[in-house]
């Protein structure tokens, strides 16, 4: 089984390809907004990478949230395109999922946090179980001052990730046992989608494409700014 993941949450777009083997390739950009004009290149460029033809996958697993409205929109309608042109099955991810997968052999507390823009981050927290990691709790939009105060009445340890956590970090950072992880933890990877996905797969725990539903935890910022205008 070949797996198309297409991660576009935030301002970095990534896809990548794998199964029983692992990923086979992955390709990952932070170009601005541009998430439409990278993704069909990066498909491409991953299937030749991977030497596999597009006819070839038989699941496509996508980020279904919480990020960036119109982000979220590109890839989810991609992959909505691509799996109903070749009659394959989806697979949907949250991205706090996909930003703590990679920390999971932590045996800290994981906190992960998107920049949700407009000073709010989305956040989730995750414990470390047998083979990846576990939510704690539903995820959650609100200000960073609102998760500082979350961390601090928090036992124990906790590593952030994501790059909310990393705009932020002055807000979290002078909390008694507190950790932002840089790097490679900024954003949700595309690797991350399908090796989760896969493990799904293998259950058969799919959903056709019109079944996917986006987890925004806000209304979009052009509702939300044409009810300030009604309101004024």
């Not at 998107?114 to 989730?124: M, N, P, Q, S, T």
């Not at 939510?135 to 009445?153: H, K």
């Not at 002055?170 to 991350?192: C, I, K, Q, W, Y």
Request: include cysteine.
């Amino acid at each position: 089984m070949l797996i198309l993941g297409l991660e576009s949450a935030t301002a970095q777009v990534g896809c990548a390809i794998g199964g029983h083997e692992g990923v086979l390739a992955s390709s990952h950009s932070s170009r601005g907004k541009r998430h439409a004009e990278n993704l069909t290149p990066a498909i491409d460029f991953v299937c030749r990478q991977a030497r596999v033809e597009l006819s070839e996958i038989s699941c496509v697993a996508v980020d279904n949230g919480p990020g960036l409205f119109t982000g979220l929109r590109v890839g989810v309608a991609s992959g909505k395109a691509i799996a109903q042109a070749l009659r394959i099955p989806m697979i949907a991810v949250s991205s706090l999922d996909l930003l703590a997968f990679p920390l999971r052999y932590t045996d800290r507390r994981i906190a992960a946090v998107i920049d949700a823009r407009r000073g709010e981050v989305f956040w989730a927290f995750y414990r470390q179980v047998p083979g990846g990691v576990q939510r704690i709790g539903e995820p959650t939009v609100g200000s960073p001052d609102e998760l500082a105060a979350e961390l601090l009445a928090q036992p124990g340890e906790t590593l952030l990730a994501g790059d909310g956590a990393i705009r932020y970090a002055d807000r979290f950072l002078d909390r008694a046992n507190v950790e932002v992880a840089g790097g490679d933890h900024a954003h949700p990877s595309a690797r991350s989608l399908v090796q989760l996905a896969h493990a799904r797969a293998l259950r058969e725990d799919w959903v056709r494409p019109q079944e996917i539903e986006l987890l925004y935890l806000r209304k979009p910022d052009a509702e939300i700014n044409w009810s300030t205008r009604e309101g004024a």
